[in-house]
């Protein structure tokens, strides 16, 4: 019996070596709960035990293998055990019901128990949890304990962003008007310290500040800037033309990369004749600009004819 307590107490002090070295397993090497650590109380002496799993972190649309360890605490063997996972989102096992024969456990040894799961192509970025139990029989009809265990998963990849034209005033040549630009985040990963910068051209020229602060985007969500452009006056004189507003974007994904791209935004300039044709400006609009004119015109005539007048009294 002393013989007995003294192994006991020597596997004790080894246990944590031996898990780290069992079968040469590579991976990340999980640190027990207090749950875990304690020894079992009852039902066959086993105790069960998260060790390892491989890649980490896991990616979504991969497979990620689990080691289990069953450890058995008592001197006579182990013969009827077996453990079952209960994966939960985004987990799932690829077949079958995750159920395990762990075999005989001779006194005071291990088996270790492979799981394969499936991370959900959707999954986003965080720590996972779910149950391992252990079971008596083939079935897993009787559940005689259960443990917590975790997994990390970190999306992959990079982020795929794209701007678009959301809305923009009618422009034309010697106009000016506002352009609204939306920014989509079409990739798995949440991005942060967004900021847009409208690029100059000699096609127009920007009235409002070049440099917009976005901050976070979220994985499949947007946002928008606005911007007020001046079109140069030979622009679009004769046909109408899509003149390219580049954009740089400047961001940090959530695995703390930075990125730097460019886009090309195309906005339509129409030419006077076009804008006539869509009805865009009617005729009457075409000739309240000709009677300004003509206004504007006839009152320089005026002014120049009372002061030649006024020069001539004198």
Do not use: H
């Amino acid at each position: 019996m002393r013989k007995s307590i003294l192994f006991l107490i020597c596997l004790l002090m080894l246990a944590p070596v031996a898990l780290a070295e069992t079968e040469g397993i590579s991976g990340v090497l999980v640190s027990s709960t207090t749950e875990n650590v304690n020894a079992p109380e009852n039902n066959g002496n086993i105790r069960l035990l998260q060790t390892k799993y491989d890649p980490y972190p896991a990616e979504p649309g991969q497979v990620v293998t689990l080691w289990v360890a069953a450890q058995n605490w008592g001197e006579e063997s182990i013969e009827n055990a077996y453990l079952r996972v209960v994966p939960e989102y985004p987990f799932r096992l690829p077949s079958g019901a995750g159920i395990e024969e762990v075999g005989r456990i001779a006194g005071f040894g291990e088996r270790l128990v492979e799981y394969d799961l499936i991370v959900d192509d959707d999954a986003i970025e965080g720590v996972y949890s779910f149950n391992i139990q252990q079971c008596d029989d083939a079935s897993c009809s009787n559940v005689i304990k259960e443990i917590e265990v975790s997994i990390s998963v970190k999306t992959g990849g990079s982020p795929r962003i794209r701007v678009g034209l959301e809305d923009a005033d009618t422009f034309q040549s010697s106009t000016n008007g506002d352009v609204t630009l939306n920014i989509v985040n079409r990739g798995r990963l949440d991005i942060k310290f967004l900021t847009l910068t409208l690029l100059p051209s000699d096609q127009y020229d920007i009235l409002s500040p070049t440099e917009v602060y976005i901050g976070e985007l979220e994985s499949d969500d947007f946002d928008t800037v606005d911007y007020n452009l001046f079109i140069n006056e030979n622009v679009a004189e004769e046909d109408t033309v899509y003149v390219d507003l580049p954009v740089k974007v400047e961001y940090t994904d959530s695995n703390n990369k930075d990125y730097t791209a460019q886009s090309q935004v195309k906005l339509k300039v129409y030419s006077q004749t076009d804008l006539k044709r869509f009805g865009l400006m009617t005729e009457n609009s075409g000739n309240n600009m000709y009677m300004i004119i003509g206004l504007i015109a006839a009152g320089g005539i005026f002014w120049y004819w009372r002061k030649r007048k006024n020069t001539n009294k004198q």
